[in-house]
């Protein structure tokens, strides 16, 4: 069956950085395009990073553009999100996601804090 698991999020200060981790198994990870969502408390769950099957093409969240990098390894069956200058704004569990035929697959999420 189809699994993300996320890792790597925590308490971190503003303007410090944090690298997320996703591990995928139970589907062929390669052709599919992965996705990293967040939701803060009281909010919607937003879109915060996408990247192609192959890793050429991401799109980001204007608020996030420049500083957050998606990247994925499809030797490994990871999907990651480089984080950096955190601003409190950023608060919010982060999921991961692949759509697969037809299908929305979501992670546990991992919280990222930033406080200071």
């Known amino acids: 069956q189809v699994q993300l698991v996320e890792s790597g999020g925590g308490l971190v200060q503003p303007g410090g950085s944090l690298r997320l981790s996703c591990s995928a198994s139970g589907f062929t990870f390669s052709s599919f395009v992965m996705r990293w969502y967040r939701q803060a408390p009281g909010k919607e769950r937003e879109l915060v990073a996408q990247i192609s099957s192959g890793g050429s093409t991401t799109i980001y969240e204007d608020s996030v553009k420049g500083r957050f990098t998606v990247s994925r390894d499809n030797a490994k069956k990871m999907v990651y999100l480089q984080m950096n200058s955190l601003k409190f704004e950023d608060t919010a569990v982060y999921y991961c996601?692949?759509?697969?035929?037809?299908?929305?697959?979501w992670g546990q999420g991992t919280q990222v804090t930033v406080s200071s």
């Open positions: 996601h692949a759509r697969i035929v037809g299908y929305n697959y």
